[in-house]
């Protein structure tokens, strides 16, 4: 088959996997478009298309060919992409998408071929909407290099690892000032610089690092340079509150230096390989219905796949009802909560926020219930958690994972600290899936795997506990400690009773 056909059902082959996906294709799209972290993943594409096009003389010397070893591609990632739907994985979904797109290049062009366009079938991996849980990371690494250099200039700092105090102002490190845009930006034309300049892989990885290096470095001289205007000004300067701005001309300056860096490091003729024909084109043309077979066959798997992901996730009739645990002598309901405080739990099926009070100890719960989870309407995902971020004016600490004891054993929890006006927390937080409390994010994805693939649905809920907080924190806990020791049975037995497929035992109270 010749190349324009190869390419012309390569194209059909991919559309076929891109409807196929509708959901997952939204959902890249959807980042892509409200994240400004991600707007370059517009542009990947078009640029792997564009190499792609500088290596056509080299292309010539070869043959698609159908390759077995991209349909094996298709089919493994189609199984991931089953998996990672299940559990709501959203990434997960969108690398098997890729994937796929790469197994029916693979698949339709042959070994050969993909072999010397491998780097851009690689750069279409930047498609993927990935980072943000580098987060913590980046902001603990800026804050820490712009204290090194304030430190250096003798000016009083202080950095708890989200908020950075001077004298006379206080700057919270968000995710908005991780830098994560500039390093998804400088690395994605980076690669793009280092495919057109060097040839050998060990000085593109080498100018790939150099890149993610100095966006990292420019993101905490960036902090440092507004922390150090807002002092000098007692925060008056218009760049306390509109820096962006900032951040891109720091960049630009950076990317002109690198690239200038670059320049003189490149190597003659990137382009040009050996134009000689290696054997492969001189082998006989594989027939035209070899071809279809490939893209039949990648185009099959993908639609399976998506067909058993429906089977799996047929929704549970019936509206959700959660009623709490049960009523308790000791524990008494308060009538109107002490604090004005919420969890943050957005497409919950059902939520349940009680206060309680004993001999002048006073406990909060709030329970979020979650069934047929869908983006949007999931357990865990990036809108979820501890503060409304549209509420300004609240602090918080980092996580401390801790195991709480229990008469049934242990319960993991994750504790927090929240300060906000006139109010100090301290939180405790726990997920039941499964028919079991677990504590990290990752344990609740593959509790939820194994729930429905062994046909029990994806009922799932966060449990909060929480309580005033004074100077001893560990007092705050101790009465978490109590309450829990007292009223996790009757919880569980709540959370099993509003599933409807607990033990026999179960029931409301």
């Given at each position: 088959m010749p190349w324009r056909s190869a390419l012309i059902l390569l194209g059909i082959t991919i559309l076929a996997l891109v409807l196929l996906h509708p959901?997952?294709?939204?959902?890249?799209?959807?980042?892509?478009?409200?994240?400004?972290?991600?707007?370059?993943?517009?542009?990947?594409?078009?640029?792997?298309?564009?190499?792609?096009?500088?290596?056509?003389?080299?292309?010539?010397?070869?043959?698609?060919?159908?390759?077995?070893?991209?349909?094996?591609?298709?089919?493994?990632?189609?199984?991931?992409?089953?998996?990672?739907?299940?559990?709501?994985?959203?990434?997960?979904?969108?690398?098997?998408?890729?994937?796929?797109?790469?197994?029916?290049?693979?698949?339709?062009?042959?070994?050969?071929?993909?072999?010397?366009?491998?780097?851009?079938?690689?750069?279409?991996?930047?498609?993927?909407?990935?980072?943000?849980?580098?987060?913590?990371?980046?902001?603990?690494?800026?804050?820490?290099?712009?204290?090194a250099v304030l430190d250096g200039t003798g000016m009083p700092v202080t950095f708890d690892g989200r908020f950075l105090r001077v004298p006379g102002g206080e700057w919270a490190i968000t995710e908005a000032c991780s830098g994560l845009r500039y390093l998804l930006a400088i690395l994605t034309v980076g690669a793009v610089f280092a495919y057109v300049n060097f040839r050998r892989p060990v000085k593109r990885a080498l100018f790939l690092a150099f890149c993610v290096a100095s966006a990292i470095l420019m993101n905490g001289v960036r902090v440092w340079i507004l922390v150090m205007i807002g002092a000098l000004t007692d925060m008056k300067s218009p760049l306390v509150h509109e820096h962006e701005w900032l951040g891109w001309v720091l960049f630009a300056i950076m990317l002109v230096v690198i690239f200038q860096i670059g320049r003189r490091a490149a190597d003659p003729d990137p382009a040009a390989d050996s134009a000689e024909p290696d054997g492969a084109a001189a082998r006989p043309a594989a027939p035209a219905t070899a071809f279809w077979a490939a893209a039949l066959a990648v185009i099959v798997l993908g639609g399976t796949w998506t067909a058993v992901a429906r089977a799996f996730n047929r929704p549970i009739a019936g509206e959700v009802r959660y009623a709490g645990p049960a009523a308790d002598a000791s524990w008494q309901e308060l009538a109107v909560p002490p604090w004005d405080w919420k969890p943050f739990y957005v497409g919950a099926a059902a939520e349940f926020s009680r206060s309680y009070e004993r001999d002048g100890e006073i406990v909060g719960l709030y329970v979020a219930y979650y069934r047929d989870q869908k983006p949007g309407a999931e357990l865990v995902q990036s809108a979820n958690g501890f503060l409304d971020p549209e509420i300004k004016g609240w602090k918080r600490s980092a996580l401390v994972q801790r195991m709480v004891p229990a008469a049934d054993g242990p319960v993991p929890t994750a504790q927090i600290d929240l300060d906000g006006p006139g109010t100090h927390l301290r939180v405790w937080r726990t997920y039941w899936i499964g028919g079991r409390f677990v504590g990290a994010e990752s344990e609740v994805k593959l509790e939820q795997l194994r729930s429905k693939l062994l046909g029990k649905g994806d009922d799932g809920a966060v449990v909060i506990l929480y309580t005033g907080r004074g100077e001893l924190g560990e007092e705050a806990a101790n009465r978490l400690s109590r309450f829990l020791a007292d009223r996790l049975g009757p919880l569980e037995r709540s959370l099993w009773y509003t599933s409807g497929r607990g033990p026999a035992n179960a029931s409301a109270g």
């Amino acid at each position: 088959m010749p190349w324009r056909s190869a390419l012309i059902l390569l194209g059909i082959t991919i559309l076929a996997l891109v409807l196929l996906h509708p959901q997952t294709v939204r959902s890249m799209a959807r980042v892509w478009t409200d994240n400004e972290s991600f707007s370059h993943c517009w542009f990947v594409l078009p640029l792997a298309a564009y190499m792609v096009w500088t290596r056509r003389d080299v292309l010539r010397t070869v043959a698609p060919r159908p390759s077995v070893w991209g349909v094996l591609l298709a089919l493994v990632s189609g199984a991931l992409w089953f998996l990672s739907h299940l559990a709501q994985l959203g990434t997960g979904e969108q690398v098997s998408l890729v994937g796929m797109i790469l197994g029916s290049a693979w698949a339709l062009l042959g070994t050969d071929v993909c072999r010397r366009i491998a780097y851009p079938l690689a750069f279409l991996a930047l498609m993927v909407p990935f980072g943000e849980g580098l987060f913590p990371i980046l902001i603990t690494v800026a804050g820490r290099l712009a204290v090194a250099v304030l430190d250096g200039t003798g000016m009083p700092v202080t950095f708890d690892g989200r908020f950075l105090r001077v004298p006379g102002g206080e700057w919270a490190i968000t995710e908005a000032c991780s830098g994560l845009r500039y390093l998804l930006a400088i690395l994605t034309v980076g690669a793009v610089f280092a495919y057109v300049n060097f040839r050998r892989p060990v000085k593109r990885a080498l100018f790939l690092a150099f890149c993610v290096a100095s966006a990292i470095l420019m993101n905490g001289v960036r902090v440092w340079i507004l922390v150090m205007i807002g002092a000098l000004t007692d925060m008056k300067s218009p760049l306390v509150h509109e820096h962006e701005w900032l951040g891109w001309v720091l960049f630009a300056i950076m990317l002109v230096v690198i690239f200038q860096i670059g320049r003189r490091a490149a190597d003659p003729d990137p382009a040009a390989d050996s134009a000689e024909p290696d054997g492969a084109a001189a082998r006989p043309a594989a027939p035209a219905t070899a071809f279809w077979a490939a893209a039949l066959a990648v185009i099959v798997l993908g639609g399976t796949w998506t067909a058993v992901a429906r089977a799996f996730n047929r929704p549970i009739a019936g509206e959700v009802r959660y009623a709490g645990p049960a009523a308790d002598a000791s524990w008494q309901e308060l009538a109107v909560p002490p604090w004005d405080w919420k969890p943050f739990y957005v497409g919950a099926a059902a939520e349940f926020s009680r206060s309680y009070e004993r001999d002048g100890e006073i406990v909060g719960l709030y329970v979020a219930y979650y069934r047929d989870q869908k983006p949007g309407a999931e357990l865990v995902q990036s809108a979820n958690g501890f503060l409304d971020p549209e509420i300004k004016g609240w602090k918080r600490s980092a996580l401390v994972q801790r195991m709480v004891p229990a008469a049934d054993g242990p319960v993991p929890t994750a504790q927090i600290d929240l300060d906000g006006p006139g109010t100090h927390l301290r939180v405790w937080r726990t997920y039941w899936i499964g028919g079991r409390f677990v504590g990290a994010e990752s344990e609740v994805k593959l509790e939820q795997l194994r729930s429905k693939l062994l046909g029990k649905g994806d009922d799932g809920a966060v449990v909060i506990l929480y309580t005033g907080r004074g100077e001893l924190g560990e007092e705050a806990a101790n009465r978490l400690s109590r309450f829990l020791a007292d009223r996790l049975g009757p919880l569980e037995r709540s959370l099993w009773y509003t599933s409807g497929r607990g033990p026999a035992n179960a029931s409301a109270g």
